[in-house]
Each structure stands twice: as C-alpha cells, then as structure tokens.
C-alpha cells in the first residue's frame, strides 16, 4: 500500500506523544514502507516506537498484531511491547495534517543495531539467528487471528505468482536470467512441497533490518547475539518454516560460503524448534523466492514511487549476489539442511541401501568378473602414494595408464580398482576449479569407484534400468561418452569419445550412427569439423561398424552359412590390398570376438564393412541378436560386437547394457 499522501512531521509526531502518552520527547523518523515510524527520545535517550498505521490499514489486523506479539513475549524478550496511551488503550486515532484518520500506537525500544548495518558478522552469530528464530516460531506456535488469513504481496504461499507478474519490469539482464533459473528450479523442487509444510502464524519480514543484534563490549563480541526482533507488519498466516527461509535470505548475500552460513542458521534453529523432512527440503527453495520476490515488489514500487530510497533496501547485494546463488544445486542445499539437522544428506538414503542389500545377490558383475572371489588390486592414487608422479605431465595420460597396466600385470589380476573418497592431485584442469567464489573451493576428493581393465573389456549394467540422461563430456579429463539410441530412444550401447578430436573417430561414430537410422543425443553432436581423411583410407570406425550392424542376424550353425562366410572371406582376403581389407580382422569378427580391436586401433577396414552388409542379406537365415550380445550369451555363433572400442579410452566404458564406470 502507498504511504499516505500527507504524513505526519515529526513535530506533529512529538505532539502526538503528549497527547496520548503524556510524555515530552524528541521524534526522529526511521525508514519504513509503508507506515510511519518515530523514534522517541526523552532527555537524550531512547524512550519509545511511536508508529502510525497507513490510513487503509485494517484496525483488525493490527489488532491481531498486538496479541500476536503479546504470545511471543510470554515465550522470549527478545520482541518489543505494546505500551498503553494514558487511558488503556494499546491502539489510538490519529488525524493527520490531510484530516484522514490513522491508527497509531507505542511499542518499547529493544536494545541493539540492526544486523544489516554489522559488517563484521562472525560464524557463532548465525547459529544465535538460528535460535532466536526458533523461539519466535514456538511463540507463534498455536496463535491464529482472522485477520492474518489474508492476501498479501510478500507472502510465500503467492510469491511464485508476484515474481512471474512482475518479470517483465526487471531490466537488469543478468539478475532476469538469475531469477528465471533460480524460479524454474523452485517450480521443479519446492512448489510441490508447500502442501505438506506445517501452516500457522508468521511474522514474515525477518529481514537483516528486522533482526537486531548486540552483545558484549568487546571488539569481537559486540554483535555475536540476536537482541531484538521489531516490525510484526507483514504478518501473515502461512508456512511455519517461512520465517526461518527468509531470516536465512539475507545473510546469503555477498556471503563467501553461502552453504555454510545456511548450515549454521539452520543448525541453531533445529536445537530449539525441529524441522520436518519436507521442511528441510524446501527451505532454500522459498529463501530463493523470497529474494526473487524483493527484486520483483521492488521493480513494481519504484516504478509508483521512485522517489522512496527504502524501496531500494538490499538490492545492490541481491544484484551482486542472486546470480551467483542460482548456480547453486537445491539438492546440495538441500542436502546443507538435512545434515546441518543431523539427518543423512541424502532423503531416500536408507530405502537406497536397503534395495542395495536386498538385491546384492542377483546383481550382475559391471566386468563379468566377480570381485568377490576373483583377484584384483587395490590401486594408492592418492597424493601420498609413491605410484602418482608429482610432475602433472608425467602423472597424465599415457604414462599413468602404462603405470597402472604394468601394475596389473605384475599383481596377475585382470581388474584394478581406484578406492572412493581419496584426495588426488589430478584434478587440475579449470573444470575442477570449482566455479565463481560461491562454490569456488576446488575438487580435490574422488567420489566414486574406480574399475580399470584392459581396453575393449564389455561393460555391463548391474540391473535393469532406464536411461535418463546422454552426453559428449569432451573436456580434458573428462568421461567423454556418445549414448546410441533406437527409434524409440532406447539405448542399445555407446561409443567411447576420450574428448580428443584430432582425428576422425568421433565423427565416423556418429555418421554410422546416422546411417543406420539411430540417434544420438543433441550435445553429443557438437564436435570440431572433421579433419580431411589422409590419402587411400577408406577405413571407418568399429563404432559406425556396431551402430551399422544393429539389424545383425547370428551365423548360426547351419552349413550354408558357414560355407558362405569362408567364400566371403576368401573373396574378400584377395581384394585386401585395393579395399583396405585387415584378414585377421574379418577372422576376429567372424569368431564374434570384438574384445580387442585390430591392430589395437580402432579402425574397421572397408571390406569388413563390405561383409557385415554381406551377413544381413535378405533371406540369411539366422535369429535375431542384440547389438554387443555376447556368443555365451547367445547360444549360437553370433557377432560379439562390444560398443567401445575407441582407441583413446585405455580403460573401456562400453559394452551391453552400457553402464559408465563414474
């Protein structure tokens, strides 16, 4: 609502006090939005609040206040009171200069600064944040009035509505985009929540200037504890957690460590006032509105009245801030909350578990070898061990993998594993960096489970599953990766891409996976422009040979066929040289052993991709078989055609039923 058009002066204010309180006092204005506020001092010192209502204010609803604010002081003295004029009354009628009526009452002064003024604001405050909040929310705990149930811009029940009204005033383009990743995110993860989130009494404007702060003389003690929370004017009756969303809004701004300062409020207000699971979930999710929501009333007010600087409170830092807080994944904070409460991280951690313990035994091997009875080594690639070189150049690609194969070969063991959550020093590239100064501390911890084993080894999923997500990771030291889909989207296996693009593999996988009426996914696509084919190579990749062979027939074992493959081979064996056709090779495939490519690369000759089109000749006789099923699998002759085998990837991601090894 505007403030009135005729406000009261302070001399008015000054008078007011004698009239109705009968003291003598000095009235100086205090900033608000959208009523009037005046300090009132007697000999030099604080005395009262003196505020006058906006002249549409609900006399309900102030009254409501009143009770409201009496329920928590009963709980904490951390809340002003309500002072009765001279003859009882907690609310009385003032007229202003325009002759409009005002509602207008005196509250006590409550020691401290507000905490938007505090620059220096060590760790131990934000836990006192946390509890004064907590004993606000047990104050209001069971307080209704009517008059809370109300439609009111700020509130967090209508925020979401309020900052899509208001978009499109919103000029500053980074801070736009910011809100609409951040309000996408918040429709995805928090709006579905609010059903289930307990309802009641809230004050509702815990901002850093309704929060004030004190404490000991000190230089470094002055400000480490919550002495008063003020103006109860943006009550509402909505989500109980709601207070403790936007108490913990403000102080995210321009915060180094953002998570950390959350844990730290969320931590103190659980010791005092128990969340549930649903409203630790939601808690990031409604403090990202609530700042959203700022920039967007903002937006709206100053353009009715750009002449009023309270409007603009808090906004530099919401700009500076926001965007770097959209990057910021609600499941990590969510994840923030539920630790910082003592809960495991992860919500469905223990059903996860459960089904892990339950199924342990029907799981399939991801290398066809079970661990649990087979050999293998345990790798040290942690910082301190004497295998990692301390030189990044020798300690990368190909040193390190010829150090692991040779140690490999020396323990006799056909499967090497890298152990979970060690420190390695290999995360060097700016991909690890670890973003803008929000979340800016560098990955130095593995958090996965490493299986090395020889290139072209099948990888298999543990379980039946649904592919939920392809990419191209080309970055250096990253996963790489092309997953190869049907018609359907189904994937029937991938392509192994390391992220070196100096020759053609990765564009050859691609036109195979083309030409034989498959898809992959957009992003896997966007690679550099091929290089141009060196002179008399007519070779493509065993990738584009796989995506080809999909409608793949097995041999079978009648004779027919058997005698057309050697007819084929021989044929074939004396166009070698012209046709650019590997012998052996055709030899390897027809035994349907893909597990090593020839000649250790990955290149396919044109002849043997002359004799796969041969093999799925109308007619052929022979059943059908999935790409990359095996010949145990398949019971009969078939083509064993892995789905990795790209020459970069010295330990292999592909095989049947892909399943990445991270």
Known sequence: MPTPSSPLSPAQAESLTLELYGLRVTASPLPSERDQNFLLQAGGEPALILKVANANEDPAFLAAVHRAMEAVASHSALTPQVVPTRDGRSLATAVGPDGVERMAWAISVVPGVPLGTVSHRPMALWGDVGRAVAHLTRGLAGFDDPALHRDFAWQLTTGRAVVARNRRLIRDADLGTAIDRLMAAYDRHTAGLLPRLRQGAVHND???????????????????????????????HGPVVGDLAVAAAYPLLDAPDPLTV????????????????DEMEALWGLAMLRLCLSVAMAAEQQARDPGNSYLGISQEPIRRTLPRLAVIPFGLAAATVRTACGREPAAHAGMVREFLQAGTASFAPVLGVDLRIEPSLVLDLSVGSPDVEGDPATAAEPMSTARIEAAMERAGVEVAIGR?????????????????????????????????????????????????????????QDYGGVLILDAQGAAIGAVGVSGDTSDNDEHCALAGIAAAGLGAAARCAALPPAAPAAAGEFGVTA???VAAAQQLHAVGDDFRRVLLDAVLVGVLARLQPPLDVDGPALLQVLAGDFRLPPEQHDAVPLGLLLLLAALVLPGVGGRDVEVGDRVARSGVAGFGITAEVADQDHFVDGGHNVSPIE
């Open 262 to 277: 959350l844990a730290e409020l969320v931590r103190g207000y659980h010791a005092a006032w128990s969340m549930t699971g």
């Open 420 to 476: 979970y959550d060690e420190p390695r020093h290999c995360y060097t590239t700016p991909a690890f960096a670890g973003g803008d100064g929000t979340l800016a501390e560098p990955r130095t911890i593995h958090l996965g489970l490493d299986l090395f084993a020889p290139a072209g080894t099948p990888v298999v999923a543990p379980l039946d599953g649904v592919v939920h997500a392809a990419d191209q990771r080309a970055l250096q």
């Open 206 to 236: 815990l901002n850093d200037y309704n929060l004030l702060v004190g404490g000991s003389p000190g230089p470094f003690e002055r400000f480490t504890r919550v002495t008063g929370i003020i103006d109860f004017g943006d009550m509402v």
């Open 543 to 545: 990738a584009a040979a």
